[in-house]
């Protein structure tokens, strides 16, 4: 087994602080590590066929985004796809048009009535 960077085996490490119950259900947690972290400019297929059947995909991408992850399959993307997901995100939510508040539902009886 070829060693790691120490953040990338951050995912397996469960002694962390802070929520974890999401790592416990992770696919990648019962397979081999090298899936997730393939050789420089290996293949990295096999861990993300994994990840496309994980139950707890969303919550590894958003953990590898928040925390920078750089190495690995995380969420079922390499590096590059998560540096460019991040960058679209961020392009998309100051392009995205301001759509106003509708206006609240008024019952029939609640309409507006002249007073007496």
């Known amino acids: 087994m070829?060693?790691?960077?120490?953040?990338?085996?951050?995912?397996?490490?469960?002694?962390?602080?802070?929520?974890?119950?999401w790592r416990e259900q992770a696919l990648c947690a019962?397979?081999?590590?090298?899936?997730?972290f393939p050789e420089v400019g290996g293949s990295g297929r096999t861990g993300k066929r994994?990840?496309?059947?994980?139950e707890v995909r969303k919550q590894c991408l958003d953990y590898?985004?928040?925390h920078d992850q750089r190495f690995g399959i995380?969420?079922?993307m390499t590096e590059a796809e998560r540096r460019r997901y991040s960058q679209q995100r961020r392009v998309g939510?100051?392009?995205?048009?301001?759509?106003?508040?509708?206006p609240p539902l008024?019952?029939?009886?609640?309409e507006h009535r002249a007073p007496r």
């Open 74 to 76: 995380w969420g079922g």
């Open 30 to 36: 019962q397979t081999d590590p090298d899936a997730f």
């Open 93 to 102: 939510a100051s392009t995205a048009p301001h759509i106003a508040p509708e």
């Open 64 to 66: 590898a985004l928040a």
């Open 50 to 54: 994994i990840c496309e059947g994980c």
């Open 2 to 21: 070829k060693q790691q960077p120490i953040i990338a085996r951050s995912l397996f490490n469960l002694d962390e602080p802070g929520p974890q119950s």
């Open 106 to 110: 008024v019952r029939a009886d609640q």
